[in-house]
């Protein structure tokens, strides 16, 4: 078979990630062209992927009035963007990689969806944690009955201190009227989507949900902080949340957030980027005086309509960044952490002497790529891209594959939750 050609169209971390599924595997993928506002980063992409400039489009509307000139595009653009950027591209015939969330609000999700059945177009929704093999071989045991129908489903993910900080107190997702994404949609859709996915295509009935911003904010300051920690800040050297400690000292750590505002910059100096948190980049501010709006901590649960209960418990600020799961049947239950890259698989054993049987599932003893739970969401990223390629020629495609129709239900109780937060009520989903 000739490689699906593919666009990029925002190339930021997360497309250009995908995208480098090209260079490993130049016989399935093939990148062609790029769409992004900024010029140093389409310049960039040609000389990667060897592509010419007459490819490179300032806008997604740009590239639609083109004419087709690849299968797919990879679309990584801000969340807000997806639904702007991905319906001129499915009107105008490119199947495509969406990053999630896929929509912001409700209208966008069900409009989105309705383009790409309209146009006939493949639409797969990066849910990359379905293709780690942790939840891979998780959900397969779930699919081969192995604990019997499920009851309730447990998941809970605890966002490190220093991921908290870059993503929703410094950074791109700390305030809703910007990113238009709440912290649940941003940091936990993939959770919610895990929920579903769990659940084998029964739908969720109804929806609760208990949050805030408890910690993040000026009220928790500490005594004599300033509002810069390497200009005003007397209390820096001891600060947890010092900019010079994350960002300096950890120089590599969240790089491509921290640093984006010196990408015009060729390698630029350890003076250039202490100079930058000092003045306007705004990963130099102190976390309890931003100006984020989104919540630090938020349960949610959901009842189902077979009578199966879930919850989601999301923490922010914890010294350990982790997922985990607890699924328990009318058979058994499943119990891991994924950061761990093994699960336990337990059965009822009422035989005399006995409570339960207990049998361990050790991804890492299978070695290779089933290592990396802590890069690339466990090796999923680039199982994703493979299976979207398999979805373009119309081959077979894996279990964990998310269509857009599949990735609903997630998006649904993600913003159903969002409402029942802030009106203190159950949600009812029609």
Same mark, same amino acid.
């Given at each position: ?53 007459? $490819?490179?489009?300032? &806008? ?19 969340? $807000? ?5 991905? !319906? ?6 490119? %199947? ?7 929509? &912001?609000?409700? *209208? ?9 059945? &309209? ?6 929704? =990066? ?22 129908? @499920? ?11 220093? $991921? ?26 993939? %959770?919610?989507? @895990? ?31 300033? &509002?810069?920690?390497?200009?005003? =800040? ?15 000292? $950890? ?8 640093? *984006? ?60 960044? #982790? ?9 058994? /239950? ?6 761990? #890259?093994?699960?336990? @698989? ?8 006995? /409570?339960?049987? /207990? ?5 890492? /003893? *299978? ?14 990223? @680039?199982? +994703? ?5 398999? +979805? ?7 279990? #964990? ?16 939750? %969002? ?7 159950? !949600?009812?989903? #029609?």
């Amino acid at each position: 078979m000739t490689p699906v050609t593919a666009v990029i169209v925002g190339a930021g971390h997360r497309a250009v990630t995908y995208a480098s599924y090209a260079e490993q595997h130049p016989e399935e993928l093939k990148i062609v062209g790029v769409a992004d506002p900024i010029a140093r980063r389409r310049n960039q992409m040609a000389h990667r992927f060897g592509f010419d400039q007459t $490819h490179c489009y300032e &806008t997604a509307d740009q590239l639609a009035q083109a004419g087709k000139i690849a299968d797919a595009v990879i679309n990584g653009t801000m969340d $807000h963007q997806h639904v702007d950027t991905g !319906i001129p591209l499915l009107e105008a015939g490119y %199947d495509m990689l969406l990053e999630k969330p896929f929509a &912001t609000n409700q *209208d966008e999700m069900w409009q989105l969806a309705e383009v790409a059945k &309209t146009n006939d177009r493949k639409v797969m929704i =990066c849910h990359v944690l379905r293709y780690a093999p942790f939840y891979a071989a998780i959900r397969k045991l779930v699919s081969d009955g192995e604990i019997g129908q @499920l009851v309730n489903v447990q998941t809970i993910e605890h966002v490190s201190y220093h $991921h908290m900080g870059v993503g929703f107190v410094r950074g791109k997702w700390n305030r809703k009227d910007l990113c238009h994404s709440s912290m649940l949609m941003a940091k936990c859709c993939h %959770d919610l989507d @895990l929920i579903m996915w769990m659940m084998s295509g029964i739908a969720p009935a109804r929806v609760s949900s208990f949050g805030s911003n408890m910690y993040f904010n000026e009220a928790h300051a500490p005594k004599d902080a300033g &509002t810069r920690c390497m200009v005003d =800040c007397p209390i820096e050297a001891d600060c947890l949340y010092s900019a010079k400690k994350h960002y300096v000292d $950890h120089p590599k750590r969240w790089a491509f957030y921290v640093w *984006d505002t010196l990408e015009h910059i060729d390698n630029p100096t350890i003076e250039q980027k202490i100079e930058s948190l000092k003045t306007t980049n705004p990963y130099g501010r102190c976390v309890w005086k931003c100006d984020n709006d989104v919540v630090d901590h938020q349960s949610v649960v959901v009842e189902f309509e077979d009578g199966c209960t879930a919850t989601h418990n999301m923490v922010g600020g914890t010294s350990r960044p #982790s997922r985990a799961i607890h699924l328990l049947g009318t058979n058994g /239950e499943i119990q891991g952490v994924f950061e761990d #890259s093994k699960f336990v @698989l337990r059965h009822i054993d009422p035989r005399s002497g006995h /409570e339960y049987s /207990e049998e361990i599932i050790d991804l890492n /003893e *299978d070695g290779g790529d089933m290592h990396g739970a802590f890069g690339g969401h466990g090796g999923g990223d @680039l199982r +994703l891209v493979s299976d979207f390629v398999n +979805l373009v020629r119309g081959t077979e495609t894996s279990l #964990s594959c998310t269509r857009i129709d599949d990735s609903v239900n997630g998006h649904l109780v993600g913003f159903c939750a %969002d409402d029942a937060m802030a009106q203190r009520q159950v !949600i009812e989903l #029609s």
